[in-house]
């Protein structure tokens, strides 16, 4: 099996627009949950959102909600993570991981079982 792979991440402007994306054809099955997932400097990894492949069910950590979309396209078994109104404080390592039915809705990390290697996202000021 082929690990999640994530793209899109790189410098942006504060206030910017930003889609990550996350390449999980391996585990892009109706029963599985796919999430992403940050880590900024100093700072342990949290939760940032997830999505139901099956039922579309969504769930958004407090610090993103109203900010951030997790969207999926079951055509091209991709997972998609967008914001419009990047911050400062979005700075971090940008992690995709997957997990069965259960860890949706939902972004505890110990329910997610394969993930990938990370991409950067820098927001300058």
């Known amino acids: 099996l082929v690990p999640p792979v994530e793209s899109g991440g790189g410098l942006v402007q504060s206030g910017g627009s930003l889609r990550l994306s996350c390449a999980a054809f391996d585990y892009y099955y109706n029963d599985n949950c796919m999430g992403w997932f940050r880590q900024a400097p100093g700072k342990e990894r949290e939760g940032v959102a997830s999505i139901h492949i099956g039922g579309g069910n969504t769930y958004y950590a407090d610090s993103v909600k109203g900010r951030f979309t997790i969207s999926r396209d079951n055509h091209e078994k991709l997972v998609y993570l967008e914001t419009d109104s990047l911050q400062p404080e979005d700075t971090a390592m940008y992690y995709c991981?997957?997990?069965?039915?259960?860890?949706?809705?939902?972004?505890?990390?110990?329910?997610?079982?394969?993930w990938g290697q990370g991409t950067q996202v820098t927001v300058s000021s």
């Open positions: 991981a997957a997990g069965p039915r259960r860890a949706c809705p939902g972004i505890v990390e110990a329910e997610f079982d394969y």
